[in-house]
């Protein structure tokens, strides 16, 4: 073993100079993992030695000798464990499945296990050859070999389309609370966007529009929602809320024939959930899941910055130049400046001595806002998950009941929020051949977090900028401090009114609780279900699905908050007597918001299968017809003077105008916050599908489907739109050229056809909008926000897809591999128009997509014995969409050029949807250090002509989103411990990073220490990229630096993700079965990256998700 040790020692020090890990965690880590590995060597080593157990020596008078095959298909299988219990003694299988046991007894128990199949025991008598038939577990194949449309499931070796299955073993290998937590890296063709992920429910964070993609963008514009199917009906609600101990399996329905079914609702792929249930003839069970996820508080030193003392430095640079001399004499807006200026203005007019300001300055320069914000603003989160769960049946009558609660402390000490989940699922059959079904699913989330009006976080507190860096939130004694981080100058607050304003100083840390939002989303489902068999090969079924989803927000500013009483002092109006007016009156500020989405489906579906009597012909067909009507209301508007004691609000003037800051500001009358609205879409659709199987090698499918929407055009071309598709496949190791031991399956698969999608936010009628009273004629009006357009149709997407299913040497090897094209045609844009028409752009369809790609899933089973396995699961894919046709040409250059952290801007034909556009770089000049691009192929520097003029200006970078994914999961099983350890990889994209701006810091307070490394003399030029300080600053200038190419780096990298853990507990005293597991993500160890700087490009300008631990336990009763 020591041996060992020293390899593993000398393997770590090579491992730790290359990849330079940062932390303990990490070390301890993969040390563990090392010594996995050589220990894996080791008992392999040990295997392939002769034991006296298996009849190399001792007194053993009697030989036990057999075959052990598949019951499938009577293949050998190699590698089965053979062992008599009652002796000790065991051996494995050879490659031709026999085997020979030595042993002392004539006749006994003998016992066989096998990775994939049902363990089996025997009784023997030596000398008799016996044949052993292991049965595969039932489970694992309704996992691996049974995909749901939601519709139907299909056997995935009979179908056509292209599927993904995640079951219930890889779901439950990542703790999470919810299913897209668990879906991460899980899937080959489904991106999960990062601030998806996060666990801090933000209630009015929206959702990033593409949140979720599967195999990429197929809209330009509108919603671009994934469609999300629960059991049998499309999802209204949030997919987070779902509880993901309630899922059985997911399927990602990815090409025409596999999505088609779902019509207009699955041109962009769809996500099926399905749910647990009970089994007929099942006894009682009971599962009780308890699991715990610890989060580290974000990490805010990892966003861009620039250090105090450099801060402070370009502040005395800009107000030696004057910059600020308009703000220190500023009588209007009364601007605030930060406390260095103040200082120097002091200084300036002589109200401060200079030893008292520069010892100011120098205490200023050792303070870190960062800080404080990380100690008194942000905690360490904490999750608690509990869910309970009783199944089981009787021949006549099944059920399931589930209970989840979850309890999460987030990461923002103001925010948490907690979640109670309920389903009642119960399936019967009261009568021959009928199948009722009634499934119930209540959940209610409870969340508290900040106020939108006042958010308090690192780099959200004031909305004019960020903080200073050397900001201090507390004073040397630990207690709260007012800041002045607000837009109105202190001396201006201080007087203003007289003194009888309300206070008007910002005190962030003692009034974090005075703002909050309170949400209440709750969603009800209702699915109710029969099926009748009519005959032996026909059923009819009827369904009908009710949902209602509820999310009101009540966003609270207390009046002890600077929100609340800044609100209230701007309305303000006094005179020279100080006489008050207040027109807001004191009191809490409640903005009331409830979003409500109601939806009815119903649903007639026959079913008819039909299998010739030699067995060589299969045929089976669904059709049927769907009605489903959405219903959309808003209702929302604000309460002012309310008092929270006996629950009354005070009466507000909304009409009148009120003048601001008393007449400083102009005036403005007071939001009344009244935003109704009410959307209601209908649909209605026919759908048939047909398989056609021959000889178990040859498969035929198609469908049509028919679907109809209220949104489009008058013409019944607009309103109905026909869908169909069509698919083949053969299994060629079914022909007698391909028949080997070393092929187990070998299938091609085809299918081509089209889907579509109805994009819910435009119509085809004029749309207006109703805004209430106007502030000048206190008359109501209206805007009309988009033109009609009578020729609005659906947006159709066309896929094609090649397939190859494979599975080698015994299912050592096997995979999936796909190669598609899909083309979203008729994609719903604006379209520039005569402005004279009284628009500027018409709702048209007028864009097209073209996606193309691969994906490839590759799993390998690299070692198999009855007390060790190691297996490896690679998912690969590419993807990249081109912008076929885009009618908004944009003339400016710098429109197109985006440095923002979102993948690509501006779309523009012929390019990459999420393209990455940047100005050549001539370098900077030797002689001022000003930087230099391009002008009609000649060096310049008129910047405003480079940025404003030919589209030629610009040049293309590359992809905005990483055009590879891959993850590579490594999984090794000791008995009844599995550990596995999952790499990712992203690279082929582009994006622009952070650099010091001139403008950013002078508008915004936005520094960075890239401000050290500009440029200061002649030969600079040679080592650094960044500009020379200019005064008067020049905002073209700067714009051209942020934007040109040398501040553009790659984004590939690799790195360690997550980690896995999880032990079985051999024959509790106390129930049936005990698994514990732990599970570490987000460990965000960068093996190698492109970019040779300290830039995570997973997040770039964004805190990086926090690591997290989770630790569970499963009992089963």
């Keep these: 073993m020591n041996t060992y040790i020293f390899y593993v020692n000398k393997l770590w020090g090579y491992l730790r100079k290359l990849c330079k890990p940062r932390g ?106 016996i044949v052993v038939k292991l049965i595969p577990e039932d489970n694992k194949l309704d996992e691996v070999e049974v995909v749901s449309t939601g519709y139907q499931k299909i056997p995935k070796e009979r179908a056509t389309g292209s599927f993904e299955l995640i079951n219930n073993k890889v779901l439950n290998k990542r703790i999470g609370g919810n299913i897209m937590d668990r879906l991460e890296n899980a899937s080959v063709s489904l991106r999960i966007d990062k601030d998806y992920q996060f666990s801090d429910r933000s209630p009015y964070a929206a959702t990033p529009p593409n949140a979720l993609l599967i195999r990429g963008r197929s809209a330009i514009s509108g919603d671009f929602k994934q469609t999300v199917v629960l059991d049998n009906a499309i999802y209204e609600g949030d997919i987070r809320d779902i509880n993901p101990n309630d899922i059985e399996s997911v399927t990602v329905l990815k090409d025409a024939v596999a ?32 699991n715990m996820t610890f989060a580290s508080k974000p990490d805010i030193y990892k966003l861009p910055f620039m250090s105090s003392p450099n801060f402070i430095d370009y ?24 406390p260095v200026i103040e200082l120097l203005g002091a200084l300036r007019s002589g109200n401060a001595e200079e030893k008292e300001v520069n010892n100011y300055i120098e205490k200023y320069k050792n303070q870190d806002v960062r800080d404080d914000y990380s100690k008194y603003f942000y905690r360490n989160s904490f999750q608690q998950q509990y869910n309970l769960d009783l199944s089981g049946g009787n021949q006549k009558v099944t059920y399931l009941f589930s209970l989840g609660t979850d309890i999460n402390k987030n990461q923002n000490i103001a925010s948490k929020n907690n979640r109670y989940t309920f389903r009642s699922s119960v399936k019967a059959k009261p009568i021959a051949n009928l199948e009722i079904n009634a499934d119930l699913r209540y959940t209610r989330v409870h969340a508290r977090d900040q106020s939108i009006l006042q958010t308090i976080s690192y780099g959200a507190s004031d909305a004019n900028g960020s903080e200073w860096p050397y900001l201090k939130l507390v004073d040397e004694s630990g207690n709260p401090i007012n800041v002045d981080i607000v837009p109105i100058r202190k001396a201006y607050r201080d007087t203003a009114g007289n003194g009888k304003l309300l206070d008007w100083h910002f005190n962030p840390l003692k009034e974090i609780g005075d703002n909050y939002q309170l949400t209440d989303p709750k969603d009800l489902l209702i699915n109710l279900s029969a099926k ?59 903005n009331y918001l409830n979003d409500n989405t109601e939806s009815h489906t119903a649903r007639v579906q026959a079913n008819y299968s039909w299998l010739s009597s030699d067995k060589r012909h299969r045929l089976q067909l669904l059709g049927g017809s769907e009605i489903r009507n959405r219903k959309y209301t808003r209702n929302a508007y604000v309460l002012y003077g309310f008092n929270q004691e006996n629950l009354n609000d005070l009466p507000v003037d909304y009409v009148s105008v009120f003048p601001i800051l008393n007449k400083s500001y102009g005036g403005s009358n007071i939001e009344d916050g009244v935003d109704l609205m009410l959307q209601q879409n209908r649909f209605i659709s026919f759908f048939s599908n047909a398989n056609y199987e021959f000889k178990d090698k040859y498969i035929l499918s198609g469908s049509l489907r028919q679907d109809a929407s209220n949104i489009f055009g008058i013409g019944a071309n607009n309103k109905w739109q026909p869908l169909w598709s069509a698919g083949a496949s ?59 357009n009578p020729s609005l149709t659906w947006e159709k997407i066309q896929t094609i897809n090649w397939a190859v299913d494979f599975s080698f040497f015994r299912n050592r090897l096997s995979g999936t591999f796909d190669y598609y094209q899909k083309n979203s045609k008729n994609l719903i844009t604006s379209v520039p128009i005569d402005p004279t028409l009284g628009y500027e752009s018409v ?237 570490a993500k987000n460990i965000n160890w960068i093996i190698w990256k492109a970019n040779k700087l300290n830039i995570d490009p997973e997040y770039r300008d964004a805190i990086p998700l926090p690591f997290t631990l989770s630790v569970g336990a499963k009992f089963g009763f």
């Design 315 to 338: 502040e005395k640079y800009l107000f030696d130049k004057g910059y600020y001399d308009y703000f220190l004499n500023d009588r209007n807006s009364y601007s605030t400046v930060s």
């Design 843 to 1079: 709702t048209k369809n007028g864009g097209e997509l073209k996606a193309k790609g691969f994906e490839l899933t590759l799993l390998s089973q690299n070692i198999r014995y009855e007390n060790f396995r190691w297996n490896n699961k690679l998912l690969l894919s590419k993807n990249r969409t081109k912008v076929e046709r885009y009618p908004y040409k944009w003339s400016s250059p710098a429109t197109y050029v985006t440095t923002s952290g979102s993948a690509g801007g501006f779309l523009r034909e012929g390019f990459e949807e999420a393209a990455v556009f940047a100005f050549a770089s001539a370098g900077l000049d030797p002689l001022n250090g000003d930087p230099q691009g391009y002008l009609d192929g000649e060096v310049s520097k008129d910047y405003s002509a480079i940025l404003y003029g030919s589209l030629d200006n610009m040049k293309y970078i590359g992809p905005g989103r990483p055009v590879f994914y891959s993850s590579l999961e490594n999984e090794f099983t000791f008995g009844n411990l599995s550990l596995a350890f999952n790499l990712q990889a992203r690279w082929g994209h582009y994006m622009f990073r952070k650099s010091f701006s001139e403008m950013d810091f002078a508008q915004n307070r936005v520094g960075h220490d890239d401000y050290l490394k500009r440029w200061q003399q002649t030969g600079d030029e040679l080592n650094t990229v960044v500009p020379s300080l200019r005064y008067p600053l020049d905002a073209p200038r700067d714009e051209f630096y942020k934007k040109s190419e040398v501040l553009v780096i790659k984004g590939d990298n690799l790195r360690l993700q997550d980690f896995y853990l999880s032990y079985q507990l051999q024959k509790p005293s106390f129930c049936k079965s005990i698994i514990v597991t732990a599970f």
């Design 730 to 788: 053969w299994r060629i190791d079914k022909e007698l050229f391909a028949k080997s031991d070393q092929i187990d399956q070998l299938k091609l698969r085809f299918t081509y056809g089209f889907a579509g999608r109805a994009n819910s936010s435009y119509s085809a009628y004029p749309i207006i909008y109703y805004n209430g009273a106007d502030s000048y004629t206190n008359l109501p009006y209206g805007s009309l926000s988009s033109a009609p």
């Design 532 to 590: 009748y068999r009519v005959i032996d090969n026909l059923d009819i079924n009827l369904a009908y699905i009710y949902q209602n989803f509820q999310n009101p927000i009540e966003d609270w500013v207390g009046i002890d908050s600077y929100a609340a009483r800044n609100m209230i002092n701007f309305y303000t109006q006094w005179n020279d007597n100080s006489v008050l007016k207040r027109p807001i009156p004191v009191g809490d500020r409640i």
């Design 24 to 129: 303990a965690d990490i070390l301890v880590i993969s040390k563990v993992l090392l010594m996995c590995l050589f220990m894996t060597f080791h008992m392999l080593s040990s295997a392939q030695t002769p034991r006296k157990d298996s009849g190399a020596d001792g007194p053993m008078n009697h030989v036990l000798r057999g075959t052990v095959v598949s019951a499938v298909d009577n293949k050998p299988l190699d590698g089965v464990s053979v062992r008599v219990e009652a002796e000790k003694a065991r051996t494995s299988t050879k490659k031709d499945g026999t085997f020979s046991l030595a042993v002392e007894s004539l006749k006994g128990l003998v016992r066989f296990t096998y990775v994939g199949y049902k363990s089996q025991e025997i009784n023997y008598t030596s000398g008799v050859s």
């Design 259 to 290: 999505s088609s079914i779902w019509g207009t609702a699955g041109g962009g792929g769809v996500i099926v959930l399905t749910s647990k249930n009970g089994s007929y003839n099942q006894p009682n069970k009971v599962n009780f899941t308890s």
